[in-house]
């Protein structure tokens, strides 16, 4: 099977200027060389702390802001090399949903207009516009008469489906997620969680679906993808990822995440990373997770780990975690 | 038990130009010496409201009632120089973004300082020092250079660490956190939280939890208050809650989060609709919109917080039909 969509080494860096004449002084490495398959109907996680990258990583693939270098490639095409007219026919099929309802949506439009410009752009006629916005008002649990309203009088919630309808509209094959849940409550959180699995059943999208909130992504990933300062640390099914972690970091962000269940979280222990994520203007040498790792040595300040293949999961770690062995049994063995 | 703050009926509402907004009605509760007193609840429930009545930050448009009684002394009533001597001092508070709540222009160590000067007779030096080893105590490596840095120089972490460091430099007996690692990432949470349960075994703080977070309260609280619409709907031990639930809001709040552990690819329960506005809320329950409980009775009347077994209130009119929620 073909993926949906490629993506091969993607590197993406912002210059840091300074002074009187803006000069380039070094570079913010968003993106290290990322790359990845989404297949057809297929939910791909991807997880990591601020400034991991993860949101980057969405933008570049659609272009909404340029990567450096690298190829992706939708259902074989390639996005990185179109011009703006392919480009455009090229995001009908991608189109994304961002994390902030509020600031997502333009306050001064009626609903309608909202869900209804993509179609505009994309040529549909006015008739034809509004039975398909109704169709897909309907389809996000809104009602067609939902939309002569403005966004200012719908809740967090609701407008996330207003942002959802939107990027449903154009029938895209891949929809991009960034964070599409975390300014909600948890009730409604639930609401929309349960929207986006019933949209991905009833019309086979594929989803790149970028969360910090581990348990949201375990909950609707089918392949999660971890990263950490602009590379992805760990990929595989989800199941592997969450039950059996072979990058020590994947193993620590896991430890890390607070357990809703006072037995299991009061009786696990727990391995607490020291420090912060290092500055991506400033990368530690070799392996990018070293400073904070509890299992470091020093072949991981000199050598830079590639993503290999081990059991079916990608990890890049020179010392992975074998199966049945924990984090914290590692640690306390090296120490 | 003593109780270190008792609260009694405690309501606020706001003036607005589309009307009066209640937004904390007749809350109820106490705290006990030591005690970590969770909050939980969504938007716009009133947790946070609450905390500022408290602290008496609130603007002229918020009328409060009722009363607050900390050590001995009324907080509902006392005078503007009263709280003032209790603020940072008896009290602390740290708030959910610590970039907001530091200011820019003073380096961090002189902040802190500032806080056991206006509150003690002693040199600049020797606030300097508290502010130092307090810094220490939070766990800031290189405490003594970090304190010359400003506020931009540190990061998320260290910044709520730097708040606690300030919110205990005058070691209260109640701190009130006000959703304290919200904006921070789980690796850091999950050092910011160990900070401050060291910090309260260390010095015998009471800790007001004020959080949405429940996979953080079932790790941290002793005992725990669920708010729904401005009103206490259940509250009582962490074990209860959890395990022995009793209202049909609490159990729906506990369902709809993902697990870490569950089952897969199963629909999340969900509660149906949104909170109600609370400038025209509903006659009877509360939560009767949205509750699958519900019947007719719930529409048409108010229920009241009843005792179900020691420690254990919910406010349900068919508590015992519904039994325990699991």
């Known amino acids: ?335 | 038990m003593n109780a270190l703050l008792d609260v009694q009926n405690l309501s606020v509402s706001f003036r607005t130009e589309s009307g009066t907004v209640h937004a904390v009605k007749e809350v109820s509760f106490s705290a006990s010496k030591g005690e970590t007193l969770a909050m939980v609840g969504e938007t716009g429930c009133g947790k946070s409201v609450t905390a500022l009545a408290l602290m008496r930050l609130l603007d002229r448009s918020a009328t409060i009632k009722g009363s607050a009684i900390f050590e001995g002394m009324d907080l509902v009533s006392a005078s503007e120089k009263e709280m003032r001597a209790i603020r940072g001092a008896k009290i602390g508070m740290i708030f959910q973004d610590p970039m907001t709540a530091l200011n820019p222009v003073f380096t961090v160590g002189d902040q802190i300082a500032e806080v056991v000067l206006v509150h003690r007779e002693i040199t600049k030096k020797a606030a300097r020092s508290v502010a130092v080893d307090m810094m220490d105590l939070v766990g800031i490596p290189d405490a003594r250079r970090r304190a010359t840095q400003y506020p931009h120089e540190f990061s998320g972490g260290m910044r709520q660490r730097a708040m606690i460091a300030m919110a205990i430099a005058n070691s209260p007996s109640l701190l009130i956190a006000d959703e304290p690692t919200t904006a921070l990432d789980v690796t850091v949470q999950a050092q910011v939280m160990e900070v401050l349960r060291n910090v309260q075994t260390a010095i015998g703080l009471t800790v007001l939890l004020i959080t949405h977070d429940l996979g953080l309260v079932a790790g941290y609280a002793d005992r725990i208050q669920v708010m729904y619409a401005g009103q206490l709907v259940e509250s009582g031990e962490l074990n209860q809650i959890f395990y022995e639930t009793r209202n049909p809001y609490t159990r729906a709040l506990l369902d709809s989060i993902p697990s870490q552990l569950g089952d897969h690819g199963q629909d999340l329960h969900t509660i149906g609709g949104s909170p109600p506005s609370l400038l025209s809320p509903p006659r009877g329950c509360q939560f009767a919109p949205r509750c699958r409980y519900v019947v007719n009775q719930c529409i048409t009347d108010k229920p009241t917080l009843e005792s179900v077994s020691p420690g254990h209130l919910t406010r349900c009119l068919r508590v015992s039909e519904i039994g325990v929620l699991s």
């Open chain 1, 1 to 335: 099977m073909e993926p949906a969509l490629q993506v091969e080494n993607l590197i993406a860096k912002y210059p840091i200027r300074t002074g009187f004449f803006r000069r380039t002084t070094g570079h913010v490495h968003a993106l290290n060389g990322v790359s990845f398959d989404l297949m057809p109907n297929e939910t791909l996680g991807i997880v990591g702390e601020s400034g991991c990258g993860k949101t980057t990583l969405g933008r570049s693939i659609l272009r909404l802001t340029e990567p450096n270098s690298g190829l992706v490639l939708l259902h074989g095409k390639n996005v990185r090399d179109a011009n703006s007219r392919e480009l455009r026919k090229l995001r009908k099929q991608m189109q994304i949903l961002f994390q902030d309802p509020y600031a997502s949506l333009n306050p001064r439009m009626p609903v309608n207009e909202i869900i209804g410009e993509p179609l505009a752009i994309h040529g549909v006629r006015r008739s034809e516009r509004r039975e398909q916005v109704a169709t897909i008002l309907r389809e996000v649990g809104l009602l067609p008469e939902h939309g002569n309203r403005y966004p200012h009088e719908f809740s967090g919630g609701q407008r996330q489906r207003i942002g959802i309808a939107r990027a449903l509209i154009l029938d895209p094959s891949v929809l991009i997620l960034d964070e599409p849940v975390s300014a909600l409550d948890v009730s409604i959180q639930a609401q929309i969680l349960n929207l986006l699995k019933k949209i991905q059943r009833q019309k086979k999208i594929s989803m790149m679906f970028i969360a910090h909130d581990l348990s949201v992504v375990r909950h609707v990933s089918d392949r999660v993808a971890v990263m950490y300062l602009g590379r992805i640390m760990e990929i595989g099914e989800r199941v592997q990822i969450y039950g059996q972690p072979k990058h020590p970091y994947t193993a620590s962000l896991l430890s890390a995440a607070p357990i809703a269940d006072p037995k299991s979280e009061r009786t696990r222990k727990r391995i607490i990373l020291q420090g912060d994520v290092p500055s991506p203007a400033n990368p530690p040498s070799g392996c990018e997770f070293r400073t904070r790792c509890p299992i470091a040595q020093v072949r991981c300040a000199e050598e830079r780990p590639p993503l290999r293949k081990i059991d079916g999961v990608s990890v890049a770690c020179h010392f992975p975690l074998r199966e049945g062995e924990s984090l914290l049994a590692r640690a306390s063995l090296s120490s």
